[in-house]
Structures are given as structure tokens and as C-alpha cells.
């Protein structure tokens, strides 16, 4: 396989956290993703399992909060309020689920396909090829419903490779853009709204994005070392937003804000609720959005 550029290697990270979230009893997980720990590789696989000693697991956790304070419980809410926002488009009716920069996502397997939604993962190429052997090693096949998109969201034509993919934008879809914003370039950010732009009405969109000042250097919420890596060191993280600026961005495209969330509602809704010591980080934050 070819090798991963450092943009795709991230895809990993999140997933070691998801599933290393399943070694805490069921009441206290934020969130319930059995299959996360199947789509790492196996020497992941393995660090995973020793989750189930809890010394293991909170030196994980002290190791990642160095770098990033908060952000351990930051991915893990994101994926909650991402669990959260599908199931109830899919209860709505909506039919159609398309995830952007997919990586090792599980929800077209735990959420979509159980529930008869189609399911369109989108990601670089060297991503989808590492699922794509993912998924035959665990159900044998590539299951029915999920269509694996290979795209460039700087370069390829989203709309159409989603079209030729059997998407239909004249019914209503479910959009999860999840921790992908910042690794595009400002124009790649609008041309992805503008290739959503074409949804029908009532479609929802769900999407993370890293303050603006931030990758500015002028406020570094605690994790200055982080933006070493992420800006300075590897260069992959190029577009932030400031809050105030979504909904006149959205606007542009047709679509209106109906919720935004971070830290303060991340821990009212997901950390008290689970009576665990975590913290969240402020540097990101999810957009709810529906088109109009």
C-alpha cells in the first residue's frame, strides 16, 4: 500500500480513543462503539486490550493530556454529539448518511446500515484502501449499503464522485464532517460547502472546526505543544474559524445554523452525566447546521 501522507496518519488517534473507552463499565462510557477497536491495526489492537488494567488506561490518558489538555475528552464528546446527531436524523427519516474524511469511522456499520440507511464514507484514497481491507477482514466482505468515496476534498469533484457513488441530492441527507475542517485550506473548506450546497431542504450537517485563533498563534487553550506538532512541525493543520463567524459562512451556502457546542455543553451533557474526571479542551468545537 502506498504510504500514508501525515494528514491520513491521524485518522488513528481518535479511534485508539473510542475504543479505549469500551474497557470502562457501560454506565460510565461516553461512548458505545464495540467496533472501533477491530478497525485498528494490530499492534493497536494490542495496546487497546491492556486498556482493561485501569493504570494502563489513565497513563494513556496522562500521556495525551501532556500534549493536549482536555482533549481526551474532547474526541470522546465529538463522537458522542456525532452519535447523538445520526441516530436522530435517521429516526427522522433521513435515509442517507455521508461521512467526510470517514477514516476508521464505525457509525455506517453501528448506526446506518442496521437501521436500512445507504451509507457513503469519503476520505483520501490511501484511507479508503486501509478500510477497504479493514472491513473484508472483519465481516468478510465490504458490507451492502456502505459505498467507500475516494476524494480529495482540495482537488476532486465531491458532488459528482458522491453521485456516481448512487447518492441522490434531491432527498434529504445526514452530513458528518468530523475533525477534518482544519487539515483543508480555506478553499477547500467552501468548495466542500458548495458541493453540499446542493442538498435538499430539511438535510442536516453536522461539523468540527479548531478556533481561528488557534492556528493564528495567539491563543493556544493550554496545548501550545500540540500547535508545535500540528502547525509548526508536520504543517497539516491550514483553516480555523471564529465562533461568531459560522452562520454567515453557512449562510453562504444555503444552510442556517442550529447549534453550536463545546466545552461547557460537552461537559453538561456527556462528562457530569458519566461522573468521571475529565476535562475538555476549548479549541474546538461542533456546528449543528440544516439546509434550508
Not at 14 to 39: G, N, W
Not at 142 to 162: G, S, Y
Not at 240 to 261: C, N, S, T
Request: glycine share 8%; hydrophobic share 45%; proline share 4%.
Amino acid at each position: 500500500m502506498a504510504k500514508r501522507p501525515d494528514a491520513a496518519q491521524t485518522a488513528f488517534g481518535p479511534m485508539v480513543i473510542a475504543a479505549a473507552e469500551q474497557s470502562y463499565p457501560e454506565a460510565q462510557r461516553i461512548v458505545r462503539d464495540e467496533l472501533a477497536v477491530r478497525f485498528l491495526p494490530p499492534g493497536m489492537r494490542f495496546g487497546v486490550r491492556l486498556c482493561k488494567w485501569s493504570f494502563i488506561r489513565y497513563g494513556l490518558i496522562r500521556a495525551a493530556e501532556k500534549k493536549a489538555p482536555g482533549m481526551w475528552g474532547s474526541v470522546l464528546c465529538r463522537k458522542r454529539y456525532a452519535d447523538d446527531k445520526v441516530a436522530e436524523a435517521i429516526a427522522a427519516g433521513i435515509d442517507q448518511v455521508v461521512i467526510l474524511g470517514a477514516g476508521l469511522d464505525t457509525r455506517a456499520y453501528r448506526l446506518g446500515v442496521p437501521a436500512g440507511a445507504a451509507a457513503f464514507e469519503v476520505d483520501l484514497p490511501v484511507n479508503i484502501a486501509y478500510k477497504r481491507e479493514r472491513l473484508r477482514d472483519i465481516f468478510g466482505a465490504e458490507p451492502e449499503r456502505v459505498a467507500l468515496v475516494p476524494v480529495d476534498f482540495q482537488t476532486d469533484d465531491l458532488a459528482t464522485a458522491l453521485e456516481n457513488s448512487g447518492l441522490r441530492f434531491e432527498r434529504p441527507l445526514m452530513v458528518v464532517w468530523e475533525a477534518v475542517t482544519q487539515y483543508l485550506t480555506e478553499d477547500g473548506f467552501r468548495s466542500t460547502l458548495r458541493a453540499l450546497s446542493r442538498a435538499a431542504v430539511g438535510s442536516q450537517l453536522i461539523f468540527t472546526y479548531v478556533r481561528a485563533d488557534f492556528l493564528a498563534g495567539t491563543n493556544f487553550y493550554g496545548a501550545e505543544a500540540l500547535y508545535q506538532d500540528m502547525k509548526l512541525k508536520y504543517d497539516v493543520w491550514h483553516f480555523g474559524i471564529a465562533p461568531e463567524d459560522v452562520g454567515g459562512l453557512l449562510g453562504e451556502y444555503g444552510w442556517a445554523e442550529r447549534e453550536q457546542v463545546g466545552s461547557r455543553e460537552y461537559m453538561t451533557r456527556f462528562i457530569e452525566p458519566s461522573r468521571r474526571d475529565l476535562s475538555v479542551s476549548e479549541l474546538e468545537r461542533f456546528v449543528h447546521a440544516e439546509k434550508r
